[in-house]
C-alpha cells in the first residue's frame, strides 16, 4: 500500500502491531516527508483522485465476501467462533492479505446479524474495505457508517492491532461502543471508551483493549501526556530494556499502547476544521500581579476608539492598532510601570483586550455557566469545559463579563493535529462531506478520498436559496416557512449558526405560540432525546448546525407519507461541507426529505467578505423585482464562503509549518514537544 511519509509500512506480518518490529510504543518516527517525497505523493495524488487501481475490485470482493457469507449461514455459533480463531490465528501470522480480509469480513458481518441484528450493506462493505486499507470513505449521511467501521476495527483486532475508533463527543463515544460491544465481543475481542471523566489507570486500562472508542482531543492529549513522560530518551531498544530491568518503567506508567490504526469518524471535522488550533497542554499559574495587569489592559482597551486607534479585521479575526493608537497607547501608559514600560508588550496586551470586546461574542464563541467562561467549539457547538484560550485572552474575558478571574496557563506540551494523525501506522477515516477537501487530505495526512454510493437511491429535494436584504425580513420568512411545514404536519429541523441565533429563533416561535425544541450548547447533555423526537409529526427543532451531528433523526410513522423532514437552513457556513452535513440530516436511507436556505445581507459571513456600498446596492435590487438580483446574491453568498474556506486553509498551512519549524528548533535545543 502506498503511504505518504512510509512507504515501506507494509500490510503483513507484524508492522502495525506493537511488538519486535515496531517496538513497544509503535508509531511514525519521522511525520515530516522531504520535499521530493511530497513532491511524488503528491503527484501520485492527483492521479489517484481519478482512477485508484486499489479498489478498482470492489465488485470482486463484493462477491467473495457474499459466497462466504452463504457458507457461514449454515453453521452454528460455536463453529463460527471456531472458524474466527483459526482466521485470527492466520492474521496474526500472515497480516491482512486479500483473502483473509475477505474471511474476516464475511465473519464479522454475519456475527453482526446474529449478535446485534444487523447485516452489512454491500455500501457498508466497499467503506470497511476502504478503511482497513489506510483511505477515507465518504459515505452519505444515514448510511451506517458506525457500522462499516466495525468490519476494518474488527479484522484489525483479530490481526492483534491496536484499533483506535475516534469521534467528536463523548456521546458518540459512549453510544457507538455499546451498540456495537456486543459485536466486538462475540468475535473474542474486547472493546472499551475514553472519556473526559476517566482517571488515569481507566484510561490506561481502555487503551490496552483491542478497540477503543475515544474522542479526538481526549486520544490526542493523552498521547501528548505520554510524550510528556517519555521525553527525548525514548529509543525503541533503551524502552524495552528498560521495560526489562527497571521496577519503575516508563512503559508501566505511559497510558497508549502507542499509535498503530486509527479510524477516524466525522473526519473532515476532526482532520479539517478542528486543524486550525493547537493541542496545548497547559498548568495553571496563579500570579496577582498578572490578574492586575489584565484588568490594567481592559481598562486602556476601553479608552482606544475604533477605526482611530483601532481597526477590526473580522476576516483574519484580529485587531490591528493604528499608529495613532500606538501613540495614544504610549501615552496612556506612560506613568505605568512593570510590563507597559516596554512598547511591544503594551501593544499585544492591549490588542488581546481589544480582541475581547469586539471579537468574541457572548453566547457565539463562549458562554457563561456557573460564574465560568466556558468556549463553544465552533466544529460541534458544543461546551469545552477544560479549554481556555492563550495569552491571556481567556483571563480579559472573564474581566468582560464579570467573572472571577482564573489564573494564566503555562504551557508544558504542543502539537497540532496534522502532526498527531501523521504519527499513526495507518490513519483512515469515514464521513459524510469530504469530496471538498480531499487535496489537503491527501497532501497532509496521505489519506485518499474514495466516494460510496449509497445504499438506496438518494431522493432529498432541494429548494433555491432565498437571499433578503436584511435579518428582519429573513427570520419573518423562516417563521412563514416553519409554520407552512407545521401545518401539513411535517417535522421541521432550523439550523443557526450561533446559541444566540436558535435563542432568537426560539423566541420568535414562542411569540406565537409555536411548541418546538431548542438545542444548542446549553442542552448538549439532553442531545440525544431532542434528536430522538426530532422527526416527529408537527415537531420542530431550533439548533445550531453542528448540535446533533453524527445522530439518526428516525421518521415517526406516516411522515414519509407527507414528505419527511425538512430542513431550514438560516445562514451559510463556513464552509459548504457543514451545509452539506446540516442538509444530509433529511432522506436518509431512501427516505423523502427536503432542505433550503434562508439567507440575508446582514449574515455575518457576507458582512465580513464583502464593501459595504455593494451591499447597499444589492440590498436596494432585491427590493425590486429586477430578476437576475436573487443570482447574483446567491453568487455573493458563495463567494463569501469561498473567501472564508480559503482563509481557514492558510491558517491551517501556517500552523503545521510553525509547528515544523519550532519542532525543528526544539530537535537542536535538545526540548521536547
Not at 196 to 220: F, L
Not at 470 to 477: F, G, H, L, S
Request: charged fraction near 25%.
Amino acid at each position: 500500500m502506498f503511504s505518504l511519509f512510509n512507504p515501506n509500512i507494509s500490510a503483513t506480518g507484524n508492522a502495525l502491531r506493537p511488538g519486535i518490529l515496531q517496538g513497544c510504543y509503535p508509531e511514525r518516527q519521522n511525520d515530516k516527508p522531504v520535499w521530493f517525497d511530497k513532491a511524488i505523493a503528491g503527484a501520485a495524488g492527483l492521479a489517484g483522485q481519478a482512477v485508484d487501481h486499489r479498489y478498482k475490485d470492489f465488485k470482486q470482493v463484493i462477491v467473495a465476501i457474499h459466497k462466504e457469507c452463504k457458507l457461514l449461514e449454515r453453521v452454528d455459533n460455536e463453529k463460527l467462533r471456531t472458524e474466527i480463531m483459526s482466521v485470527s490465528r492466520l492474521l496474526h501470522k500472515e497480516g491482512l492479505t486479500k483473502k483473509l480480509t475477505i474471511s474476516a469480513f464475511a465473519m464479522v458481518r454475519e456475527m453482526a446479524y446474529r449478535t446485534i441484528g444487523m447485516r452489512h450493506y454491500d455500501s457498508q462493505l466497499i467503506g470497511g474495505w476502504i478503511m482497513i486499507h489506510g483511505g477515507l470513505a465518504e459515505m452519505e449521511t444515514g448510511e451506517g457508517k458506525t457500522l462499516a467501521a466495525t468490519l476494518a476495527a474488527a479484522t484489525a483486532g483479530l490481526a492483534g492491532i491496536p484499533v483506535h475508533i475516534i469521534t467528536v463527543n463523548d456521546y458518540l463515544v459512549n453510544r457507538d461502543a455499546a451498540q456495537m460491544g456486543p459485536l466486538y465481543r462475540a468475535l473474542g475481542l474486547s472493546v472499551d471508551t475514553i472519556t473526559e471523566k476517566k482517571d488515569s489507570q481507566s484510561r490506561r486500562a481502555a487503551y490496552a483493549g483491542d478497540i477503543t472508542y475515544c474522542t479526538n482531543k481526549q486520544i490526542a492529549f493523552d498521547y501528548l501526556r505520554d510524550r510528556i513522560l517519555l521525553g527525548n530518551d525514548n529509543g525503541r531498544m533503551r524502552l524495552q530494556l528498560e521495560g526489562i530491568h527497571s521496577q519503575n518503567s516508563r512503559m508501566d506508567r505511559v497510558l497508549l499502547r502507542g499509535l498503530c490504526f486509527a479510524i477516524v469518524d466525522e473526519a473532515d471535522s476532526v482532520l479539517i476544521d478542528e486543524a486550525r488550533t493547537p493541542l496545548i497542554i497547559s498548568r495553571e499559574h496563579d500570579n496577582a500581579a498578572e490578574k492586575q495587569t489584565y484588568h490594567q489592559a481592559m481598562s486602556l482597551a476601553d479608552q482606544l476608539e475604533e477605526k482611530v486607534d483601532f481597526i477590526v479585521d473580522k476576516i483574519e479575526h484580529q485587531v490591528h492598532i493604528t499608529q495613532q493608537g500606538r501613540e495614544n497607547l504610549a501615552h496612556l501608559t506612560e506613568e505605568m510601570t512593570g510590563v507597559w514600560t516596554g512598547s511591544r508588550r503594551s501593544r499585544e496586551l492591549a490588542s488581546q483586550a481589544l480582541a475581547a470586546f469586539h471579537l468574541y461574542q457572548l453566547d457565539k464563541h463562549y458562554l457563561v455557566r456557573e460564574g465560568k467562561v466556558q468556549i463553544i467549539d465552533a466544529n460541534t457547538g458544543r461546551v469545552m469545559a477544560d479549554r481556555s484560550w492563550e495569552r491571556g485572552l481567556h483571563q480579559m474575558i472573564e474581566i468582560k463579563e464579570g467573572c472571577e478571574v482564573s489564573g494564566r496557563r503555562e504551557h508544558l506540551a504542543r502539537l497540532t493535529y496534522q502532526r498527531f494523525f501523521r504519527r499513526y501506522l495507518r490513519l483512515a477515516g469515514m464521513t459524510g462531506t469530504a469530496c471538498e477537501v480531499r487535496s489537503e487530505l491527501w497532501n497532509v495526512y496521505g489519506l485518499r478520498v474514495q466516494k460510496v454510493a449509497t445504499n438506496k437511491p438518494c431522493i432529498r429535494k432541494a429548494s433555491s436559496c432565498r437571499v433578503y436584504p436584511d435579518k428582519k425580513t429573513k427570520w419573518t420568512a423562516l417563521i412563514q416557512r416553519i409554520q407552512e411545514m407545521h401545518r401539513i404536519g411535517r417535522p421541521v429541523l432550523v439550523g443557526t449558526c450561533s446559541v444566540a441565533e436558535s435563542e432568537h429563533v426560539s423566541q420568535l416561535l414562542s411569540r406565537i405560540h409555536l411548541s418546538h425544541q431548542i438545542l444548542n450548547a446549553r442542552q448538549d447533555e439532553d442531545e440525544a432525546d431532542i434528536i430522538a423526537g426530532a422527526g416527529e409529526r408537527g415537531s420542530i427543532t431550533v439548533a445550531t448546525n453542528m448540535a446533533g451531528r453524527g445522530t439518526d433523526i428516525p421518521l415517526a410513522p406516516g411522515i414519509a407519507e407527507i414528505g419527511g423532514l425538512h430542513v431550514i437552513a438560516t445562514e451559510r457556513n463556513d464552509a459548504k461541507r457543514i451545509d452539506r452535513q446540516l442538509f444530509g440530516r433529511c432522506a436518509r436511507q431512501g427516505d423523502p426529505g427536503s432542505y433550503e436556505s434562508l439567507v440575508s445581507l446582514e449574515d455575518e459571513i457576507i458582512q465580513n467578505n464583502t464593501t459595504p456600498v455593494f451591499q447597499r446596492l444589492l440590498s436596494r435590487l432585491l427590493q425590486t423585482d429586477y430578476a437576475p438580483t436573487h443570482w447574483l446574491a446567491n453568487q455573493l453568498t458563495k463567494l463569501s464562503q469561498y473567501k472564508v474556506e480559503r482563509h481557514h486553509l492558510r491558517m491551517r498551512q501556517d500552523l503545521l509549518q510553525h509547528d515544523e519549524q519550532l519542532s525543528t528548533l526544539l530537535a537542536f535545543s535538545g526540548g521536547g514537544e
